[in-house]
């Protein structure tokens, strides 16, 4: 029987932790046993362990080697931001941790893994008849630490110049990280096959220096369609105020001003359509944080933060349409999940987005990844209001055909057994 030892930094907080949770739930439904170890468990599964300093000595070697991450970050100032700092050197202060806790495996599954796997550790220490799958949520693995490059192309190099920690040196963090990463990478003695959950972040990976060459699959994220389900948006729609014939669209981002989920560029384009929209629209968001201050035309409620899937179904049956503006994004888990609430979603002709919505039949993609083009696809969509039910209707349709989790468990499977026929190749 294989051994397979699922990695991911958190069990449920955020999108990659539910996206792997899925997956850690589709497997155990169609019987492949493995383990599941995290940095921190906030669920109540018993099927999951969290790697945890247990004693005085091991916090402290902990500390020093989070210390080390910290001391190559403080370097530069673009990093020192309050929140989340979307860069990460591949340092983790559980390495140690981490490998006590190991049981033992025959295919790692990694995910998103910052904080959790230390790369120049992790990689070296194992042997060769360990394979490896990983499964990509945004670019950090084969980037020189930024999570999402935007525009910038050193990927596919060697890094350096890095726009995000603002240097205009070759030889800085970023450059140092690549270089690691594929001193580590070369170390693993096992094969390696990387997953992607979209076509975009797919044609990423081939293109970056690290995993060009290596194997590269398309394995979409899973929604869980018994819990993510139609439900009846009234009761929250009275809780804020919002009548029953008002035009709802809905937004919805762990943090409220993440500049690359794009709620400021919806806020452009209700702007830019306000003469043409109807009298009664409001935009409803909900997330953590505040509303960026952006001057808006039409009415927006908040929501606040939705803790489980029982308050997604709530705030998602409250919208008659979902916007995912997002700047940059691989499988964004709210059209999945809107889609199994049966919800049509307008959102950007880039990233995983196309992978997910079928215009005009789930929802309508705006040409381009600005404004303008948001408008475009929001002026569509509002002119085909009395549409929307039925296109909601076709995307849950979709997802219980193509995202259910025990679908994309079985594919995972199959890979399971392919990389276990290689890495015994090996022996």
Known sequence: MMRITLLNTFDIAGGAARAAYRLHQGLREIGVAHQF???????????????????????????????EGQAELAAYPALQGPGFVPFHSGLAGRADLLEDRLPPTDIFHLHWVRGLVDWPLFFRRRRPDQGLVWTLHDQNPFTGGCHYADACRGFTMACGRCPMLGSVVADD???????RKRAALAAFPGPVHIVSPSRWLAAEAANSRLFAGLPI???PNAVDIRTLVPADGAPLRRRLGIADDVLTLGFVSHLLADPRKGLDLLMQALNQLAPSLPDRLTLLVAGEGEVPPVPLSVPCVNAGPQSGDGDLCGFYAACDLLVVPSRQDNLPNVVLEAMACARPVVGFDSGGVPDMIMPGVTGFLAPGSDADALAVGLAAAVRRRADLPAM????RQRAEREYAP????RRYAALYVAVDRERKGRR
């Open 37 to 67: 170890l995290v940095a921190r468990k906030d669920s109540d599964d018993p099927d999951i362990t969290p790697v945890r300093p247990r004693d005085a000595a091991e916090q402290a070697a902990w500390a020093a080697r989070e210390g």
């Open 173 to 179: 963090l970023s450059a140092l990280v690549l270089a």
């Open 217 to 219: 699959h398309v394995i």
């Open 392 to 395: 909601g209707q076709a995307g």
């Open 406 to 409: 025990v679908v994309q468990a």
